[in-house]
């Protein structure tokens, strides 16, 4: 008996993403080796953080990296670095720091879910712009004695009416204020690990670890300048510091890094090519049922290279019926519903997590499902 039978948990066939609520993405079989590898010796902490951090700085063209708990993690601690500077007295005296800077400016076009990783980081969001356009004088005038930093939150799904990212460094960087960009789901391509940092001239960018990298759940990359990294790690556990409650173990770091390495050399192409196969396969299955609109995409919402097919089903019941009939399937199938304006139209089908026989077996009941309704 599995874990998951045992504990009476359900387990799901992820056609929808890689989604932290459904236990982020699967790990291969060279990242689970590599977690059991460092599981099995104690070390130094300190030193295991700092020689990961400099591989993993290699492996992404850029200057340094650290492996932080998530990238909600990577951007609390990003921002105890840029407001204490690494400073241990300014650590100590945190929070409530008067004297600290304590404001992030962000565009509203940037306003996500994951905006309380600025409160936990003791700051308060600047909001500059709006849902329709944003000016540089703006962010000019935004900036304080009490900016800490910049928060860029890099996804195509949101309104582009920001600043571009080099634009906002050069103001920022004008008056000393670090650049730090969310870029949670911005893989592949591989060229993003350096492209806001190195070429973009951000000071920290923070990746998933259990999204595309298909790392450990728990971990994320932060990459970026050494000194900012630095002030950054700083803040983290192993010191009983700030962010301690953030702490990463020995076997996320190994993960991640065996994940990373992976994915530097996965031929990114192919596995595009190969998504796509099943994506049009899908489609054919599906195109003789009326009252369906179908829909090859060759990005997903956060608009990656990763191909998915959208059903847009014209009857609400039936697509209600359709839904319920996946989540209660045996095994339960999960997909990614298309809500627009509080109103469900339809869903997606994304095959890159799957393995073959599920592709089918996703084929098969959303075809029956569908039937059903008609
Ligand atoms: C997923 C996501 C996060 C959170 O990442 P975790 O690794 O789960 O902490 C933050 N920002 C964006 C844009 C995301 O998509």
């Not at 601690?77 to 500077?85: D, E, F, K």
């Not at 790392?215 to 009983?240: C, F, H, K, W």
């Amino acid at each position: 008996m599995g874990f998951y039978d045992d504990l009476g948990v359900a387990t799901t066939i992820n056609a929808a993403t890689t989604l932290t609520a459904l236990g982020g993405s699967l790990m291969p079989r060279e990242v689970l080796d590599a977690m059991q590898d460092a599981a099995g010796s104690f070390v130094d902490m300190y030193e295991l953080h700092l020689a990961a951090g400099r591989r993993l700085a290699e492996l992404t063209n850029n200057e340094a990296a650290y492996v932080p708990a998530g990238c909600a993690a990577g951007l609390v601690l990003a921002i105890l670095g840029a407001r204490t500077g690494g400073d241990p007295r300014a650590i100590r005296a945190f929070p409530g720091h008067a004297e600290r800077p304590h404001e992030v400016i962000m565009h509203a076009a940037h306003r996500i879910p994951y905006d309380p990783a600025v409160q936990f980081a003791g700051a308060t969001i600047r909001q500059i712009g709006d849902m329709k356009q944003t000016f540089a004088w703006e962010l000019e005038a935004a900036i304080s004695d009490q900016t800490a930093a910049v928060l860029y939150v890099w996804n195509s799904s949101l309104p582009p009416v920001a600043l571009e990212l080099s634009e906002v460094v050069a103001i920022a960087h004008a008056r000393g204020i670090p650049v730090i960009v969310d870029a949670a789901a911005q893989l592949p391509p591989v060229s993003n690990l350096w492209r806001f940092t190195r070429d973009a001239g951000a000071d920290i960018a923070v990746f998933s670890g259990g999204k595309a990298l298909h790392g450990p759940q728990a971990s994320g990359l932060m990459v970026g300048t050494a000194g900012l990294d630095e002030a950054a790690r700083q803040n983290g556990a192993p010191y009983q510091r700030w962010a301690r409650a953030m702490k990463v173990g020995k076997e996320e770091i190994a993960g991640l890094l065996a994940a990373v390495t992976r994915f530097v050399s996965l031929d990114h192409e192919a596995l595009y090519a190969e998504s796509m196969r099943r994506v049009e396969g899908w489609r054919e299955a599906f195109i003789d049922l009326g009252g369906v609109s179908l829909t090859v995409e060759s990005c997903n919402s956060a608009g990656q290279a990763i191909p998915r097919l959208h059903l847009e089903v014209d009857d609400r019941a039936r697509l209600k019926g359709v839904l319920e009939s996946l989540s209660s399937a045996n095994p339960r199938i999960s997909v990614l519903p298309d809500v627009r304006n509080g109103e469900e139209k339809g869903f997606w089908l994304t095959p890159e997590l799957l393995v073959d026989e599920e592709v089918v077996l996703v084929r098969d009941a959303v075809r029956q499902a569908l039937a059903v309704g008609n």
